[in-house]
C-alpha cells in the first residue's frame, strides 16, 4: 500500500503552484493530505471553502474530507458524478 503524500499551506496561501504540485503528486499516489498551518488560517469555515477551491482546480474525478485544519484528497479512476 502506498503512503498518503503531504503537502502544507501557509501564510503564501493556495496558488498556481500548489495546483501544479497536486497534480504531480496524484501521479504516484491516490491519496493526498493537505495540512494547513496556523500562518495560513485557523479558521474552520474558511478551510472547507479553500478545499472547494482547490477541488475546483483539480477536476471532477476528486473527492475531499476535512479533518480539523486537514482535508484529505482522494483520486478516482473515473468521474465523479
Do not use: C
Request: hydrophobic share 35%.
Amino acid at each position: 500500500m502506498e503512503p498518503i503524500s503531504t503537502l502544507q499551506i501557509g501564510k503564501k496561501g493556495i496558488s498556481e503552484n500548489l495546483v501544479e504540485t497536486l497534480k504531480s503528486h496524484f501521479k504516484t499516489h491516490q491519496n493526498v493530505k493537505v495540512v494547513f498551518l496556523k500562518t495560513f488560517s485557523r479558521d474552520k469555515k474558511k478551510i472547507k471553502k479553500h478545499a472547494e477551491e482547490i477541488l475546483n482546480e483539480l477536476g471532477k474525478n476528486y473527492t475531499y474530507r476535512v479533518l480539523g485544519f486537514t482535508i484529505f484528497i482522494k483520486k478516482w479512476r473515473k468521474a465523479k458524478r
